[in-house]
């Protein structure tokens, strides 16, 4: 099937109909228009005796140029009988001829008052059914009456037609009107010339026009199929920029509402696939740390319970002192505990992760909490051979849960104390940052891996590097603390982070100014 541009389809609609009305009037004034035209010529011809009838009512023959005007203007030739005398005549010299009843005889009748401009008649004349009418008028035969007032048309040759028709003036006063049929072919010949010629002209201005019109229109239908063939492709960058006020321009403009709709819906969906792909990362991720919470659990709990249960058995086979006995104790005690706090870890981060747990805040002095928590860990620093020095903004009144804001300072400061080696410092300070306090906790111990700095706030997670081993850890743990800390930051609507300096590693997290 032959594909075709809608500029040619658009041209070949309006040649085909431009040929089509040029047909189709053709067809019309050949068939429809000789009726047409013969029907007004008709009709003229009856005003015409109409109006003779009038004027030669009211004037008789003093008429007469106004019977000759509307002979020229009707195109036809008049005769006006009067009790059996023809008293006008339209023809020039207003000379009638009139053949004799009898081939060897023949009279010239003419108007009267004309008879001197008479002349010799032609011999053997045919006479016209008109004027075979008005010799039974002369001759003082009335016509039918039925035909009065009727148009009549007479066709004594192929080649010579006309109308005639004869009408009452008054009483024996006629009216004959005879026009030839000849010059009214000629005029209907004249009359589709001219239509042809005009055809023909406004079929060029056509193909033309619709060249013109087309690529005026095609245009802007190409550049929206563009950017539609662009949609397609997923690519709205592509825009209308036509200022057409027509329904081309109202389609352009939707087509633009469009691409913007369908851009709004392709982010949100491929961000919508974004994070699906992160929520079913994440829940591998949860399922894989679920697995290593499983195993870590069961080797943290493993080894103290190990512990436990060698030397309670111990306890109960070995015949030992008391002093063996008390130390026996004191390691299964100390076993115990280790175990208890790790439990209450688990629980604690097991209510931070569900939601369950609840913060009572309220406004506080920062300054009185870091004065408890370095009394409670100044023996640990003395006996690791540290120190931590404090450099906090006075009068640092915050917002928020204390009981879990020192639970995040005990974190952060234990397990600074782990990984700080003997003889280094250990500093915490403070900044305000317009509604919140910045506090940073900074140990010259050794530099955490970037990769890893992420993942160490996960339950469990332990840096495989010289900074988790050969360390003469103080606390000891489990891999909670700073999993508590994330969550506990988090529930307090607030920021955490860790980065590597020069000569060691820093924590910080931020807590809310309180109001004054």
């Known amino acids: 099937m032959i594909r075709l541009s809608l500029r040619i389809k658009s041209g070949l609609y309006v040649i085909g109909f431009t040929l089509f009305f040029i047909i189709t009037l053709m067809i019309a004034i050949g068939v429809g228009f000789n009726k047409f035209f013969y029907s007004v010529k008709k009709d003229g011809m009856i005003e015409a005796s109409q109006e003779i009838s ?68 032609q011999d053997k004349i045919v006479q016209p059914k008109h004027i075979q009418e ?57 009359v589709q010339h001219f239509i042809f010629t005009c055809g023909i002209i406004w079929l060029l201005i056509a193909v033309i026009g619709t060249i013109l019109l087309t690529n005026k229109m095609v245009k802007p239908l190409l550049e929206l199929k563009k950017i539609s063939v662009a949609m397609t492709h997923l690519n709205f960058t592509k825009k209308w920029h036509g200022s057409n006020t027509d ?69 109960d086979s070995l015949q030992s002192d008391e002093q063996t006995r008390w130390r026996y104790c004191h390691v299964i005690q100390t076993e115990t505990v280790k175990m208890d706090n790790l439990v209450k870890s688990l629980l604690n981060l097991s209510r931070l992760e569900t939601g369950a747990f609840k913060l009572e805040k309220m406004a506080f002095d920062f300054g009185a909490l870091t004065d408890e928590a370095q009394a409670r860990f100044a023996q640990a620093v003395r006996k690791k051979d540290i120190r931590i020095t404090w450099k906090l903004p006075p009068d640092m009144t915050t917002y928020g849960d204390p009981e879990q804001i020192d639970c995040i300072m005990s974190n952060f400061l234990s397990n600074a104390i782990d990984y700080t080696p003997q003889g280094k410092e250990i500093t915490v300070s403070g900044e305000e940052l317009g509604t919140v306090y910045k506090v940073f906790i900074h140990n010259q111990g050794i530099q955490i891996p970037e990769e890893c700095q992420q993942r160490i706030w996960e339950p469990f997670y332990k840096v495989d590097t010289a900074r988790s081993r050969n360390v003469q850890r103080t606390f000891g743990g489990h891999g909670l603390g700073l999993g508590i800390v994330a969550e506990l930051v988090k529930l307090h609507g607030q920021t955490y982070g860790v980065y590597n300096t020069d000569d060691g590693v820093t924590f910080w997290f931020t807590i809310e100014k309180a109001k004054t």
């Not at 009988?81 to 010239?108: C, E, H, M, W």
């Not at 009408?167 to 010949?189: C, E, F, H, N, W």
């Not at 969906?269 to 829940?283: G, H, P, R, T």
């Not at 319970?305 to 309670?312: D, E, N």
């Open 54 to 121: 009038t004027i030669y009512k009211e004037k008789k023959m003093d008429g007469e140029s106004q019977f000759d005007l509307i002979s020229q203007n009707l195109g036809a030739e008049i005769l006006i009988i009067d009790n059996s005398q023809l008293v006008y005549s339209s023809r020039p010299g207003r000379r009638i001829f009139i053949g004799p009843p009898k081939a060897d005889t023949k009279d010239v009748v003419v108007a009267v008052g004309k008879e001197e401009e008479a002349k010799a008649h």
């Open 134 to 190: 008005m010799i039974d008028l002369l001759q003082g035969r009335q016509p039918d009456e039925a035909e009065l007032g009727k148009v009549k048309h007479y066709r004594p040759s192929e080649t010579f037609q006309y109308f005639n028709l004869i009408s009452r003036i008054d009483g024996q006063s006629y009216v004959l009107i005879s026009q030839p049929v000849a010059p009214m072919q000629k005029t209907i010949g004249i």
């Open 247 to 315: 329904e081309i321009g109202e389609l352009g403009r939707s087509l633009n509402t469009l691409s913007d709709q369908l851009n709004q819906a392709l982010d949100e969906l491929q961000k919508s696939n974004a994070k699906l792909k992160q929520q079913l990362d994440k829940a591998k991720e949860v399922e894989h740390m679920r697995k290593s919470f499983i195993f870590a659990v069961s080797h943290e709990l493993k080894t103290p319970l190990a512990i436990i249960q060698g030397y309670a058995e111990g306890l």
